[in-house]
């Protein structure tokens, strides 16, 4: 550690362990809300850090409309303040309620068939549809002006506004005649003891009052509860309640102490609360509490030792280990909650539905459709065929998708790392002037190259399968998101090798024996039989023994295991081989459209490839296929048509009212709700089969 002349190697320790007790007071304050909530339904809400995020942005808001600022009268402040903070509250109860009622009491309410992925993927949907309100809010903003663009690469354009100080700064260091360089405000000392008491708080509600003591009955078990005379329905939405209050008491003291609501949105931002509440024991607020201060510490110094962009990963990677080796935290019963057998889940099919001679019929149907778009996209003149061919890789990564879940049961959320580490290494062999292209040979053959990129993702799906053996499945889903993250981060940070943010451009178009695809109908061809081969290679593959392995296991894994199935192997095969197919498809993005970034790994890309599986019908292979176009096909088709045509109308004045419609904008909005009215669909109808 390097020390400056002013300041003792004691002195920066001190002032890091402050930064981080601050930063892990804010933490351990939605982390309690966190803990709350997932210890009654047992499901994660992955939408809680988009909760949080919204009511940040509304309490600088708020505190910018009554133009609050230090120099008002104390009453006036703390008045205003006290305002600010009920606003909080309240919103982030009714939004919590709201997130209950969407997401988790409609399949309370299905057969048993419905397990926890049901409400896992709607929360997913849901946090798409709050990310977009986010968004939306942008508009409102005092410091927004019509027309402009504040978009930075790699930065998602949140409502970004910032606030006066209006907490005290006084250095109660200074104050008690304490020489030295560490600085601890009273705003520090406010923020933990709001973590301290909200913590003591929640643990005396729980242990206390009638309703909370409701509350842990129905987390250890609902039948129990409700014989008992308790209504679960009505004591989980006030669980959902509660969480909400703290995390809209954890947003004010955020946008407080940072005074601005610089904070991420999306499903990635609930990782972290959800570390700290496996950490701090499932239902423990005490333990939540003190895992935040240790996450806070632990950001602090990695943030001084080893800069910033290592930080999300190691926190990534702190609760992949914590996933794998205490999955409750420090509390008993750790093994019992994460490695419960697995049975068929309400997402996937029968496999009887599989196996119809009428899905055999339609994949026919779009193979003659697929041969014959070429030439109504030339009779018709809409020159699509480049945009037909990133379709044509959405429907490979659904393909690859659908052996995972539709036939396996096992839901990955990093599903895009595979289709990055196939792009990737497409692009490191056959870019010439990269570090390792430069030393192979020279152009490479397309089939060397899809075979590596298959190799290194499969490799990593092996991997993937391996490390979560003993999860059940909302625990593998999270897992498999974290190292998501963490891969994406070591792509950015490896900037020498993979281009960082910038990606790897100019990569060389397919090439077989010297011959070189070049045009947007000979690369649309070389998907479409790639497309061709995997379908009916995962038709057979659907009958063979390991087809057959795969079903048992996802059905009931007792009794695939009773029958002679080894799960271990089953499970790393099917990560294995759908893996491998997200490889094949971002060889082929690579090659055909000549350049990588790491968008490929967006959790955005893993999220909407989910909903195409889920549309179309888990296990149906041609499902998958028309699952994938329609929802490909919205987004690349008929998103930037309708906005072309508003846009048209707008400027030729036939349609004022068009200006207020910006469809590319409303992406999310979409994406979201069909991802969550089919995850809802989808439920009932399983339910009523």
């Known amino acids: ?88 509250i309240t919103f982030g109860w009714w939004l919590s309620v709201g997130i209950e009622r969407a997401a988790f009491a ?16 709607a929360t997913l949907g849901i946090s798409f549809i709050l990310y977009q309100a986010a968004l939306t809010w942008r508009l409102l903003l005092p410091n927004w002006r019509p027309g402009e663009h504040r978009s930075v690469p790699g930065i998602p354009e949140f409502p970004r506004d910032s606030i006066p100080e209006l907490l005290p700064k006084v250095d109660l260091l200074q ?46 078990s609902p039948e129990l509860a409700r014989l008992c005379g308790i209504n679960p329905d009505v004591t989980i939405r006030r669980a959902f309640a509660v969480g909400g209050a703290l995390a809209g008491i954890a947003a004010f003291v955020f946008a407080l102490y940072y005074t601005h609501p610089y904070t991420q949105y999306g499903a990635q931002s609930s990782l972290v609360a959800f570390a700290v509440a496996i950490l701090g024991g499932i239902g423990n607020p005490i333990g939540a509490l003190f895992s935040g201060l240790l996450f806070g510490v632990f950001a602090a110094l990695s943030d001084y030792f080893l800069g910033g962009q290592w930080t999300p990963a190691l926190l990534q990677l702190l609760l992949i280990v914590l996933l794998l080796l205490r999955p409750n935290g420090f509390t008993k019963g750790a093994e019992e909650a994460s490695q419960q057998p697995t049975t068929r889940d309400a997402m996937t099919a029968s496999p009887t539905a599989m196996r119809s001679s009428f899905a055999t019929r339609l994949l026919w149907l779009l193979l003659v459709v697929g041969l014959l778009y070429p030439v109504a996209d030339d009779i018709l003149g809409l020159h699509w065929q480049t945009t037909m061919t990133s379709i044509g890789i959405f429907v490979l990564l659904t393909l690859g998708l659908n052996l995972l879940l539709g036939f396996a049961g096992l839901l990955d959320l990093g599903y895009a790392t595979s289709f990055a580490i196939g792009g990737y290494t497409a692009a490191l062999i056959t870019d010439r ?59 950015i940070n490896f900037d ?29 061809y070389l998907v479409l039989a790639v497309i061709v081969v995997v379908a009916f290679a995962s038709q057979r593959l659907l009958h063979s023994r390991m087809g057959r392995a795969w079903l048992a296991s996802s059905e009931d894994e007792l009794a695939a295991a009773s029958s002679g199935v080894a799960l271990a192997r089953t499970k790393t095969q099917a990560f294995a081989l759908g ?111």
């Open 106 to 121: 409609p399949f309370r309410k299905q057969t048993q068939r419905v397990s926890g992925l049901a409400p896992l993927i």
């Open 579 to 689: 893996t491998a197919l997200a490889g094949i498809a971002g060889a082929l993005y690579a090659s055909c459209f000549t350049y990588v970034d790491p968008e490929m790994i967006d959790f955005r890309l893993s999220a909407m490839v989910l909903a195409m599986l889920i549309l179309g019908g888990t296990g149906s292979i041609a499902g998958a296929i028309i699952g994938a176009i329609v929802i490909a096909g919205y987004d690349r088709l008929v998103i930037p048509q309708v906005g072309d045509w508003l846009a048209h109308l707008q400027q030729t004045g036939h349609l004022a009212v068009a200006a207020a419609f910006d469809v590319r904008g409303l992406s999310y909005l979409s994406f979201g709700l069909a991802l969550y009215l089919t995850v809802l669909l989808r439920a009932r109808r399983s339910a009523n089969v």
């Open 1 to 88: 550690m390097t020390c400056s002349a002013n300041a003792t190697c004691t002195e920066i320790l001190l002032q890091l362990l402050i930064i981080g007790l601050s930063n892990g007071a804010v933490i351990a304050l939605n982390a309690i809300g966190f803990t709350l909530i997932y210890g009654i339904t047992q499901t994660i809400n992955l939408a809680h850090g988009d909760l949080f995020a919204l009511t940040s942005v509304l309490v600088t808001t708020i505190v910018t409309y009554f133009g609050l600022y230090s120099g008002v009268s104390p009453l006036l402040l703390v008045g205003g303040l006290t305002l600010i903070l009920g606003a909080a």
């Open 175 to 220: 104050w008690l005649g304490l020489k030295g360089q560490v600085l601890f405000t009273l705003k520090d000392l406010l923020v933990l003891l709001l973590a301290v008491g909200g913590a003591l708080g929640v643990r005396w509600f729980l242990q206390r009052t009638k309703i909370g003591k409701a509350i842990r009955a129905c987390a250890e």
């Open 433 to 491: 002037w990269g570090n390792i292209g430069s030393a192979l040979p020279q152009p490479m053959n397309f089939l060397i190259v899809l075979a590596c990129s298959a190799l290194a993702a499969g490799l990593f799906g092996a991997f993937n399968g391996l490390l979560t053996l003993r999860l059940r499945n909302d625990y593998l889903a999270i897992v498999t998101l974290a190292l998501s993250q963490v891969i994406r981060q070591l792509i």
């Open 496 to 524: 020498k090798i993979t281009g960082g943010g910038n990606g790897i451009s100019a990569l060389p178009a397919p090439n077989f024996f010297n011959y070189s695809l070049q045009t947007p109908l000979e690369r649309y």
